[in-house]
Each structure stands twice: as structure tokens, then as C-alpha cells.
């Protein structure tokens, strides 16, 4: 099932839900029915190195390594 983001008209509230294409989903907050689904953006390829060097920095820094190598991790 795929992930759909929708906004609930009775609690003003966003919520990312897996449901089927035809499925009316209850609002997880408020427990309504008034489920609106939302337009997902589209997110552009990051094909830059510079780009990809970044990400990749962020991410030592922040301790997300599960994409590095043993050897780049350091182990």
C-alpha cells in the first residue's frame, strides 16, 4: 500500500497514512472522516556532486552512516 499525506477538515490537522487508492481513511487525531487527500511535491534528482558531498557530510555529522561503506564508518 502506498503512503498518501491528507488533511483532516474537522482538526486542521496533516497526517501521512498507508491506505489503498480507494480507501476513506479516519483522521488518526480526531477520529473523522473528513479526510482530504494532498498533492505529494516532486522531488528533483540530486545528480550535483557538490550536492551529494553535502548530503553525505550532514550525515556523518549527524550519525546516519547506514549508507557509507565498513570502510568509510571506520570499521
Do not use: I, T, W
Not at 30 to 35: A, F, L, Q, T, V
Not at 50 to 65: P, Q
Amino acid at each position: 500500500m502506498p503512503l498518501y499525506g491528507f488533511h483532516c477538515g474537522d482538526c486542521d490537522k496533516d497526517s501521512e497514512l498507508l491506505v489503498g487508492f480507494s480507501d476513506k481513511p479516519r483522521c488518526p487525531n480526531c477520529d473523522s472522516r473528513k479526510m482530504q487527500r494532498l498533492v505529494s511535491r516532486v522531488a528533483a534528482p540530486g545528480n550535483s556532486k557538490s550536492l551529494v558531498k553535502a548530503a553525505r557530510a550532514r550525515a556523518a555529522r549527524e550519525g546516519h552512516l547506514s549508507n557509507f561503506s565498513r570502510k568509510e564508518r571506520g570499521g
